[in-house]
């Protein structure tokens, strides 16, 4: 049986070239589909805050045009009401002068009429005015109930992850000064883990300690099934020097599944995740100090909201 096992570590080992190259294509072309749908989903966020913009620019404008035409609207119940005033002046007149000649009772009633006809002009645009204004109020109505919901979403989602950040930061109080950082910006949660807290140098195999930090951030993340998670695996610039992979983008996402794996053997919904290497070009630091390089060996876990209710609000 031992014998067994050896000859079967000399096979693996002598096709480990060739699975390793396989294993990177299929996982950077994942890698490049899962980086357009993280920018896709920080473009949709953007997008979101546009439009909220936009809607608030057109309420300004329906407020503006609205006070403009209570303005006109007025103006006109200033004529029309002095209008009144001039045909019950002329009536009194007509009365008078009903005894007079015919033609300037003639004129007379001809003044009359054309006061009637202006009356019921400008009744006419009142009613215009007051139609017109009552659609426009339905409209700022209409627009003002989108923008407060769309707001109320938008703070309930900080919300949310202010409060998945205070539960995430609760957890894993234990590791504060070990490599470990919880940081709430842009809407989302980054959680950085350096690699003294996770691996040993050119390994991806999570020691004791890093995995009993995941598994607490599991936990966590376990409870909100409604969150998007993104592994990202981050190197110095040092080349990978072993020999079972094929440089730092290999183990760069070799580290990221290997806390996918715990994440996902600690109850968080498959689904939420997903596995990125980005080998040595995200640098956090310099890489000309041993420091800076220590900080740039990491795992970032970025956490951000479900904004599928948002953009239905958006599209009704």
């Given amino acids: 049986m031992f014998k067994k ?7 693996i080992l002598t ?3 060739c699975v390793s190259k396989k294993l990177y294509q299929e996982l950077d072309s994942k890698y490049h589909k899962l980086r357009a ?3 896709s989903l920080i473009k949709e966020k953007d997008n979101l805050l546009v439009s909220k913009k936009e809607l608030i620019i057109d309420l300004e404008k329906l407020n503006t045009l609205f006070a403009e035409l209570s303005a006109q609207k007025e103006i ?4 029309f009401t002095s209008l009144q005033s001039n045909y019950k002046n002329l009536d009194e007149s007509y009365k008078l002068l009903a005894s007079q000649s015919s033609k300037k009772l003639a004129d007379q009633s001809q003044k009359n009429q054309q006061l009637l006809l202006e009356l019921e002009t400008k009744e006419q645009k009142m009613a215009l005015e007051s139609a017109r204004l009552e659609e426009l109020q339905n409209e700022l109505n209409k627009r003002s109930k989108q923008i407060s919901d769309l707001q109320t979403l938008i703070d309930a989602k900080e919300v ?5 950040k205070n539960a995430i930061s609760n957890a894993l109080h234990n590791f504060e000064g070990k490599g470990l950082t919880v940081v709430h910006k842009n809407g989302k949660i980054y959680v950085s883990m350096e690699n003294k807290l996770l691996f040993n140098s050119g390994s991806w195999a999570v020691g004791n300690e890093g995995k009993k ?3 607490q951030l599991a936990r966590v993340l376990a409870e909100n099934a409604d969150i998007h998670v993104l592994i990202e695996g981050h190197t110095d610039n040092d080349p990978y020097a072993g020999v079972t992979l094929i440089d730092n983008w290999d183990l760069s996402v070799k580290r990221a599944t290997a806390i996918v794996r715990i994440l996902k053997s600690n109850g968080v919904n498959p689904t939420q995740i ?3 290497g980005r080998s040595e070009f995200v640098p956090v630091n310099t890489n000309k100090t041993k420091e800076g390089k220590a900080k740039n060996r990491r795992i970032e876990i970025i956490l951000a909201p479900n904004l599928d209710q948002i953009s239905k609000l958006l599209n009704e």
């Fill in 76 to 79: 006109l119940a200033s004529e």
């Fill in 213 to 215: 930090a995941v598994i």
């Fill in 37 to 39: 749908s993280n920018s």
């Fill in 274 to 276: 997903t596995a990125a």
């Fill in 5 to 11: 096992t050896i000859g079967l570590l000399v096979i």
């Fill in 15 to 17: 096709l480990n070239s």
């Fill in 160 to 164: 949310q992850m202010q409060q998945l």
